[in-house]
Nanobody
Framework: QVQVVESGGGSVQPRGSLRLSCAVS????????MSWFRQAPGLEREFIAG????????SYADSVKGRFIISRDNNKNTVYLQMDALKPQDTAVYYC?????????WGEGTLVTVSS
């Protein structure tokens, strides 16, 4: 029933921008904490950004602070990740996660490639 679907990935040049979207269905989105993770080849999956149910609280990994912004639209059941000043090191598969209590749901990921 629950679906978590990322979109918006692609190729971009260094210092460019990209906006990822994550559409969620099958649960009460307004009660789900949302977050973004990423995994580069050969590395472990790492936390990037999180946002509370009401969007009153956000958190970011130090590596993306000041460059990435997480937001949500509860009317559209969608969470976003605005990515600015992209670096080659940002190249990874980006995953969206919805969490309700002790249960988490993962998307299948979208690839972001930053290269000149």
């Amino acid at each position: 029933q629950v679906q978590v679907v990322e979109s918006g990935g692609g190729s971009v040049q260094p210092r460019g921008s990209l906006r990822l979207s994550c559409a969620v269905s099958g649960l009460d989105f307004s009660q789900a904490a949302m977050s973004w993770f990423r995994q580069a080849p050969g590395l472990e999956r790492e936390f990037i950004a999180g946002i509370s149910t009401s969007a009153g609280r956000t958190s970011y990994a130090d590596s993306v602070k000041g460059r990435f912004i997480i937001s949500r639209d509860n009317n559209k059941n969608t969470v976003y990740l605005q990515m600015d000043a992209l670096k080659p090191q940002d190249t990874a598969v980006y995953y969206c996660k919805a969490t309700m209590g002790l249960t988490s749901y993962w998307g299948e990921g979208t690839l972001v490639t930053v290269s000149s």
